[in-house]
């Protein structure tokens, strides 16, 4: 069953503008990831940020995590047209054995150079 | 370069006619996945491995098998392909099964069942 429900389903922006995407998830998780995934293409882990943390950056990239809300946000800034691409949340379940990763249905970002 | 590989990329198979996907990782990764995209559905687990030897059912494991002989790879085995297993595969694999420091994906199977 799909978990992380992310919002917007798609996005277009100016090249150099920020592009923030969101995700909510249901139940406890032990952390939370985003990936992202070129057309087609495999996935590739952005950025992980564990239920006790609140925020995290990696480059142009600042993640926040509200466990209280069940809430996420992926904060790119300074967009390129290279960060064309779908944008995915993956939780980990608080209490899951298996290893699992969840999915969000994902948000498309198109950046126009 | 640490990568998963699967093979192949694209494939092309009638109905009921076995086949097998190959995906190896070189990154001594205990934990290794099965992933199947399709729109709408988005990724679900098909299959996991937390070791050799040790496999277990995901989310949609009807009509796939799965081995774990060598940790280095977990070939996804489809023994009677039929069109509603057309979709996009992804193998995934981790350190750990808590995936602490995130997962690695291959770059895809696509296949087409006719």
């Known amino acids: 069953s799909q978990q992380g429900e992310e919002d917007p389903q798609a996005l277009s922006i100016q090249e150099g503008e920020n592009a923030t995407m969101n995700c909510s998830y249901k139940?406890?998780?032990?952390?939370l990831q985003w990936y992202r995934q070129n057309s087609g293409r495999g996935l590739v882990h952005l950025i992980l940020?564990?239920?006790?943390?609140r925020e995290k950056h990696s480059g142009r990239l600042r993640v926040t995590l509200d466990t209280s809300k069940k809430s996420s946000s992926l904060l790119i800034t300074a967009s390129r047209a290279a960060d064309t691409a779908s944008y995915f949340c993956?939780?980990?379940?608080?209490?899951?054995?298996?290893?699992?990763?969840?999915f969000g249905q994902g948000t498309t970002l198109q950046v126009k150079p | 370069e640490a990568q998963v590989t699967q093979n192949p990329r694209y494939l092309i198979t009638v109905t009921g006619k076995k086949l097998t996907v190959t995906c190896s990782q070189n990154m001594n990764h205990e934990y290794m996945s099965w992933y199947r995209q399709d729109p709408g559905l988005g990724l679900r687990q098909i299959y996991y491995?937390?070791?050799?030897?040790?496999?277990d059912k995901g989310d949609v494991p009807e009509g796939y098998k799965v081995s774990r002989k060598e940790k280095r790879n977990f070939p996804l085995i489809l023994e009677s392909p039929s069109p509603n297993q057309t979709s996009l595969y992804f193998c995934?694999?981790?350190?750990?099964?808590?995936?602490?420091?995130?997962?690695?994906f291959g770059s895809g199977t696509r296949l087409t069942v006719v």
């Open positions: 139940t406890s998780i032990n952390n």
């Open positions: 940020i564990r239920s006790n943390e």
């Open positions: 995934a694999s981790s350190l750990s099964k808590t995936g602490a420091n995130g997962y690695t």
């Open positions: 993956a939780t980990r379940g608080g209490s899951s054995n298996t290893g699992k990763l969840i």
């Open positions: 491995s937390m070791n050799v030897e040790v496999t």
